[in-house]
Protein backbone atom coordinates (compact mmCIF):
# COMPACT_ATOMS: atom_id res chain seq x y z
CA UNK A 1 0.00 0.00 0.00
CA UNK A 2 2.73 2.22 0.80
CA UNK A 3 3.42 2.65 -3.38
CA UNK A 4 0.01 3.33 -4.05
CA UNK A 5 0.25 6.19 -1.58
CA UNK A 6 3.96 7.25 -3.38
CA UNK A 7 1.83 6.98 -6.78
CA UNK A 8 -1.07 9.40 -5.38
CA UNK A 9 1.96 11.94 -4.14
CA UNK A 10 3.16 11.93 -7.41
CA UNK A 11 0.00 12.17 -9.49
CA UNK A 12 -1.46 14.99 -6.88
CA UNK A 13 1.99 16.65 -6.43
CA UNK A 14 2.64 16.89 -10.25
CA UNK A 15 -0.55 18.40 -10.79
CA UNK A 16 0.27 20.91 -8.39
CA UNK A 17 3.46 21.83 -9.62
CA UNK A 18 2.41 22.27 -12.69
CA UNK A 19 -0.65 24.26 -11.73
CA UNK A 20 1.98 26.89 -10.10
CA UNK A 21 4.02 27.16 -12.95
CA UNK A 22 0.89 27.96 -15.05
CA UNK A 23 -0.49 30.02 -12.55
CA UNK A 24 2.40 32.08 -12.23
CA UNK A 25 3.04 32.44 -16.48
CA UNK A 26 -0.64 33.84 -16.51
CA UNK A 27 -0.34 36.41 -14.38
CA UNK A 28 2.93 37.43 -16.41
CA UNK A 29 0.78 37.42 -19.09
CA UNK A 30 -2.32 39.04 -17.39
CA UNK A 31 0.19 41.88 -15.92
CA UNK A 32 2.25 42.27 -19.08
CA UNK A 33 -0.93 42.89 -20.97
CA UNK A 34 -3.11 45.14 -18.68
CA UNK A 35 -0.31 47.01 -16.79
CA UNK A 36 2.71 47.51 -19.22
CA UNK A 37 1.08 47.12 -22.41
CA UNK A 38 -1.82 50.05 -21.87
CA UNK A 39 1.52 52.21 -20.17
CA UNK A 40 3.23 51.24 -23.51
CA UNK A 41 0.35 52.88 -26.00
CA UNK A 42 0.80 56.25 -24.21
CA UNK A 43 4.44 56.43 -25.66
CA UNK A 44 5.46 58.16 -28.94
CA UNK A 45 6.68 55.78 -31.66
CA UNK A 46 10.86 56.92 -30.58
CA UNK A 47 10.32 55.62 -26.48
CA UNK A 48 7.91 52.63 -27.43
CA UNK A 49 10.83 50.88 -29.88
CA UNK A 50 13.49 51.72 -26.59
CA UNK A 51 11.13 50.54 -24.26
CA UNK A 52 10.20 47.43 -25.97
CA UNK A 53 13.18 46.55 -27.24
CA UNK A 54 14.57 46.81 -23.30
CA UNK A 55 12.02 45.09 -21.89
CA UNK A 56 12.21 42.32 -24.91
CA UNK A 57 15.85 41.88 -23.89
CA UNK A 58 15.67 41.97 -20.35
CA UNK A 59 12.72 39.05 -20.30
CA UNK A 60 15.41 36.49 -21.29
CA UNK A 61 16.99 35.52 -17.95
CA UNK A 62 17.07 31.84 -16.09
CA UNK A 63 14.00 32.76 -14.06
CA UNK A 64 11.69 33.95 -16.75
CA UNK A 65 12.63 30.68 -18.89
CA UNK A 66 12.10 28.71 -16.33
CA UNK A 67 9.02 29.07 -15.63
CA UNK A 68 7.95 29.86 -19.02
CA UNK A 69 9.12 26.00 -20.22
CA UNK A 70 9.09 24.58 -16.73
CA UNK A 71 5.02 25.54 -16.93
CA UNK A 72 4.80 23.26 -20.23
CA UNK A 73 7.71 20.46 -19.05
CA UNK A 74 5.33 20.10 -15.83
CA UNK A 75 2.18 19.90 -17.20
CA UNK A 76 3.58 17.22 -19.78
CA UNK A 77 4.83 15.30 -16.44
CA UNK A 78 0.96 16.15 -14.97
CA UNK A 79 -0.18 14.60 -17.91
CA UNK A 80 2.01 11.72 -17.61
CA UNK A 81 1.97 10.56 -14.02
CA UNK A 82 -2.08 10.61 -14.33
CA UNK A 83 -1.91 8.04 -17.78
CA UNK A 84 -3.22 5.55 -15.48
CA UNK A 85 -6.25 7.42 -14.98
CA UNK A 86 -7.05 8.27 -18.34
CA UNK A 87 -10.42 7.76 -18.57
CA UNK A 88 -10.64 10.55 -15.43
CA UNK A 89 -11.77 14.09 -15.90
CA UNK A 90 -8.83 14.70 -13.68
CA UNK A 91 -6.42 13.26 -16.96
CA UNK A 92 -8.73 15.21 -19.76
CA UNK A 93 -8.75 18.22 -18.08
CA UNK A 94 -5.16 18.43 -17.45
CA UNK A 95 -4.18 17.04 -21.25
CA UNK A 96 -6.18 19.85 -22.68
CA UNK A 97 -4.64 22.41 -20.23
CA UNK A 98 -0.99 21.17 -21.36
CA UNK A 99 -1.85 21.18 -25.26
CA UNK A 100 -3.04 24.67 -24.31
CA UNK A 101 0.14 25.65 -22.91
CA UNK A 102 2.43 24.10 -24.80
CA UNK A 103 0.55 24.81 -28.46
CA UNK A 104 -0.74 28.40 -27.50
CA UNK A 105 1.67 29.50 -25.59
CA UNK A 106 5.35 27.72 -27.20
CA UNK A 107 4.48 27.33 -30.00
CA UNK A 108 2.62 30.55 -30.48
CA UNK A 109 5.22 32.40 -28.80
CA UNK A 110 7.59 30.72 -31.21
CA UNK A 111 5.94 31.78 -33.94
CA UNK A 112 4.02 35.07 -33.54
CA UNK A 113 6.01 36.85 -30.60
CA UNK A 114 9.56 36.04 -31.38
CA UNK A 115 9.20 37.85 -35.00
CA UNK A 116 7.81 40.59 -33.97
CA UNK A 117 10.06 41.26 -30.65
CA UNK A 118 13.25 40.90 -33.47
CA UNK A 119 11.47 42.87 -35.40
CA UNK A 120 11.02 45.64 -32.86
CA UNK A 121 14.60 45.00 -31.31
CA UNK A 122 16.20 46.36 -35.25
CA UNK A 123 14.55 49.58 -35.05
CA UNK A 124 16.54 52.60 -34.96
CA UNK A 125 13.89 55.00 -32.62
CA UNK A 126 15.39 57.86 -35.16
CA UNK A 127 13.92 56.64 -37.64
CA UNK A 128 11.00 54.16 -37.09
CA UNK A 129 9.54 52.14 -39.48
CA UNK A 130 6.13 53.52 -41.17
CA UNK A 131 4.27 50.32 -39.64
CA UNK A 132 5.73 50.60 -36.02
CA UNK A 133 1.90 51.37 -34.67
CA UNK A 134 0.63 48.17 -36.95
CA UNK A 135 3.94 46.12 -35.12
CA UNK A 136 2.72 46.97 -31.73
CA UNK A 137 -0.79 46.08 -31.92
CA UNK A 138 -0.01 43.10 -33.79
CA UNK A 139 2.55 42.15 -30.72
CA UNK A 140 -0.41 43.33 -28.25
CA UNK A 141 -2.77 41.11 -29.58
CA UNK A 142 -0.60 38.22 -30.10
CA UNK A 143 0.10 39.06 -26.17
CA UNK A 144 -4.04 39.19 -25.37
CA UNK A 145 -4.07 35.77 -26.55
CA UNK A 146 -1.34 34.29 -24.91
CA UNK A 147 -3.39 35.54 -21.57
CA UNK A 148 -6.42 33.56 -22.46
CA UNK A 149 -4.70 30.81 -23.63
CA UNK A 150 -2.34 30.56 -20.69
CA UNK A 151 -5.67 31.79 -17.85
CA UNK A 152 -6.98 28.99 -19.95
CA UNK A 153 -4.30 26.22 -18.88
CA UNK A 154 -4.27 27.51 -15.23
CA UNK A 155 -7.95 27.17 -14.77
CA UNK A 156 -8.33 24.43 -16.44
CA UNK A 157 -5.23 22.79 -14.22
CA UNK A 158 -6.68 24.01 -11.17
CA UNK A 159 -9.91 22.03 -12.44
CA UNK A 160 -8.03 18.96 -12.34
CA UNK A 161 -6.56 19.81 -9.23
CA UNK A 162 -9.90 20.12 -7.54
CA UNK A 163 -11.39 17.44 -9.02
CA UNK A 164 -8.82 15.23 -7.37
CA UNK A 165 -10.16 16.01 -4.54
CA UNK A 166 -13.53 14.69 -5.78
CA UNK A 167 -11.85 11.28 -5.68
CA UNK A 168 -11.78 8.75 -2.46
CA UNK A 169 -8.98 8.29 -0.65
CA UNK A 170 -7.86 5.27 0.30
CA UNK A 171 -6.10 4.45 3.48
CA UNK A 172 -4.36 1.39 3.96
CA UNK A 173 -4.58 -0.77 6.91
CA UNK A 174 -1.53 -0.63 8.51
CA UNK A 175 -2.00 3.43 9.06
CA UNK A 176 -5.26 2.95 10.41
Not at 20 to 33: E, K, N, R
Request: aromatic content about 14%; some cysteine; overall charge positive.
Amino acid sequence: MKSHSRTQWLENGSIALATLALGIMAGFFWTYTFNVNLAMLELDGATYATVQSLLNVNVRHVMFFSFFFGAGVLSVIAVISNGGKWRSLTFWLLLIACMSYVVGIIFFTRQVNLPLNYYTESWNPQQLPDDWASVRSQWNRANSLRVGTSGLAFVLSLSALLSRTQQPVSISRSTR
